[in-house]
C-alpha cells in the first residue's frame, strides 16, 4: 500500500474512532467522581500494556487488544469531560462570586 493511502486509511480509521467514541458516550451513565476515573484510566493502561507485552498473537487476542485499548479511550474520554465539566463550574462559580458580591456605598442620612 502507497504511503499516502496508508495515511489517509490511517486518518479515517482516528475519525471514525472519534464518532465511535463520541456516540457511545451517554452522560448519564457517567458515575463517580474524578479520583475513581482516574483510577479506572490508569487500571486500563496497565491491563493495555500489559496485554501488549504479549508477542505471538491469535485473532481473538488482537480482538481482546483492540477492546483493551477501546476502553482505555473511554476511560480517558469520561476523565476529560470530568476535568472539563469541573473547570466550567469553577470559572462559572468565580465569575457569580464577583457578580454577587455587593458594591459598598455610603449613604447619608
Do not use: H
Request: aromatic residues 6%.
Amino acid at each position: 500500500m502507497p504511503k499516502t493511502e496508508q495515511i489517509n486509511s490511517e486518518c479515517k480509521a482516528f475519525v471514525w474512532l472519534q464518532n465511535k467514541l463520541k456516540g457511545s458516550y451517554k452522560p448519564y451513565t457517567d458515575k463517580g467522581r474524578k479520583a475513581q476515573k482516574q483510577r479506572n484510566l490508569q487500571d486500563c493502561v496497565q491491563e493495555g500494556l500489559r496485554d501488549l507485552k504479549q508477542t505471538a498473537r491469535t485473532r481473538e487476542q488482537s480482538v481482546q487488544t483492540a477492546k483493551l485499548l477501546y476502553s482505555l479511550a473511554d476511560s480517558a474520554l469520561r476523565l476529560n469531560v470530568e476535568n472539563t465539566l469541573s473547570e466550567l463550574t469553577q470559572e462559572q462559580s468565580e465569575s457569580e462570586y464577583i457578580v454577587s458580591e455587593p458594591e459598598q456605598c455610603m449613604e447619608f442620612g
